[in-house]
């Protein structure tokens, strides 16, 4: 069996973002990277909880960058987990974005942090149409995407890479991962939660 969620029009990837684009001198340090931030977008998206922009251009990626890294925010997070954000960016901190869906849509759950990861936590949470934000050692560094499917047969976790350009076809949308690289994973993940009548 093979279940994925999403459609191509649901991928967003973290090239030329306005965010990067803006900060890119300060990009090169860690604080402004985008790849925790696209992949909760997707993540929403896909469960059905678009972002609202105002702003023609702007991503939902951007939006949840400054979301995070607002000073009101920052002080809900540091309440979640009590972290050196010298050390450890916002945007870099699993828990943040437990306040992000709290921000964006209210008493309802969209998201939510939660210790443990496998195959058999990924093809429950999938056939729960629940995508998952996961993070591991990717080529280009310490890394979020989002696990937004799986092969059965193959033991494949199909993902969502914001950052294409870590890959030789240049290509992030439904990418496959092995159990090995898996096992390389955080032990956390991010749910989305799907939307149902509110």
């Not at 973002?17 to 890119?24: D, G, I």
């Not at 050196?84 to 869906?101: K, L, W």
């Not at 390389?184 to 149902?196: E, N, S, T």
Request: aromatic share 14%.
């Amino acid at each position: 069996m093979r279940k994925i969620l999403g459609f191509k029009n649901k991928y967003k990837s973290q090239i030329k973002t306005a965010q990067v684009e803006l900060f890119k001198d300060y990009f090169h340090s860690g604080k402004m990277i985008e790849c925790g931030p696209v992949s909760a977008a997707m993540g929403f998206d896909i469960a059905g909880w678009p972002m609202d922009i105002f702003t023609p251009g702007e991503q939902p990626g951007d939006s949840i960058l400054m979301m995070v890294h607002n000073p009101d925010n920052l002080k809900k997070i540091k309440e979640r987990r009590n972290i050196n954000y010298d050390a450890f960016p916002p945007n870099e901190v699993p828990q943040a974005y437990d306040i992000v869906g709290e921000l964006l849509y209210g008493k309802y759950k969209a998201c939510k942090f939660e210790w443990g990861l496998s195959f058999e936590i990924i093809k429950k949470n999938i056939n729960k149409n629940i995508c998952m934000m996961i993070s591991g050692p990717f080529p280009a560094g310490g890394h979020y995407v989002l696990a937004v499917g799986y092969d059965e047969e193959r033991k494949l976790v199909i993902y969502n890479d914001p950052y294409p350009p870590q890959w030789p076809d240049k290509n992030g949308y439904n990418r496959e991962m092995d159990l090995e690289f898996l096992s390389k994973m955080g032990k956390y993940r991010v749910d989305f939660y799907p939307k149902r009548s509110v």
